[in-house]
Antibody, heavy 127, light 113 residues
């Protein structure tokens, strides 16, 4: 069974940067698409970004496009989220999640639902 | 992008009674090529990460009690808990995966009346 552990959260000033990591304990990490989902204090879930198993295709929510970069190192079984130009509204618990399956359609890989989640790491953007 | 809207925002139901949560997508999440609705439901209990309950709009995930059921197609979906238990107190979210830019509903908080 896949287990996910996030790290790298903390307090950062507006305009600053932070890199989150998600360590996965799974035998075939490269076979799974992954995502980052955040939850602001007292608010609902917000999907942030997704990446295919090979890492060659990435997707972003409009709210973070151009500021956040998702990547992965399959040799280290680790997912990353580089967050730049941080704003107060980026304050949240950031969860990584695993897409258990997906399929190709017209040469595009479509991932499905998220079936394993990490407990999250907290990011606070404040001066 | 696809916008997901849930109703109601909160719900209080007596133990043993039925709870119904609705989810509407801004465009159809039904793929005609395989006749599947790309819609999942998640449960999040206080202080825990979300847990998938239902996928393909109506398929229960492994280990999910059969009092949970999902229905609907196209743009309108429903999560039903047939007989509410104390353990079901949580926030419930729908999510579309029709687009690789996924999106969630705003959540429905379910409490005991």
């Amino acid at each position: 069974e896949v287990q996910l552990v996030e790290s790298g959260g903390g307090l950062v000033q507006p305009g600053g940067s932070l890199r989150l990591s998600c360590a996965a304990s799974v035998s075939d990490f490269s076979g799974y698409a992954m995502s980052w989902v955040r939850q602001a204090p007292g608010k609902g879930l917000e999907w942030v970004s997704g990446i295919t198993g090979s890492g060659d295709t990435t997707y972003y929510a409009d709210s973070v496009k151009g500021r956040f970069t998702i990547s992965r190192d399959n040799s280290k079984n680790t997912l990353y989220l580089q967050m730049d130009s941080l704003r107060a509204e980026d304050t949240a618990v950031y969860h990584c999640a695993n897409y258990g399956s997906g399929s190709y359609y017209n040469d595009v890989y479509y991932y499905y639902y998220m079936d394993v989640w990490g407990k999250g790491t907290t990011v606070t953007v404040s001066s | 992008d696809i916008v997901m809207t849930q109703s109601p925002d909160s719900l209080a139901v007596s133990l043993g009674e039925r709870a119904t949560i609705n989810c509407k997508s801004s465009q159809s999440v039904l793929y005609s090529s395989n006749n599947k609705n790309y819609l999942a439901w998640y449960q999040q209990k206080r202080g825990q990460p979300p847990k998938v309950l239902i996928y393909w709009a109506s398929t229960r995930a492994s280990g999910v009690p059969d009092r949970f059921s999902g229905s609907g197609s196209g743009t309108d979906f429903t999560l039903t808990i047939s007989s509410l238990q104390a353990a079901d107190v949580a926030v419930y979210y729908c999510q579309q995966y029709y687009s690789n830019v996924n999106s969630f509903g705003q959540g429905t908080k379910l409490e005991i009346k």
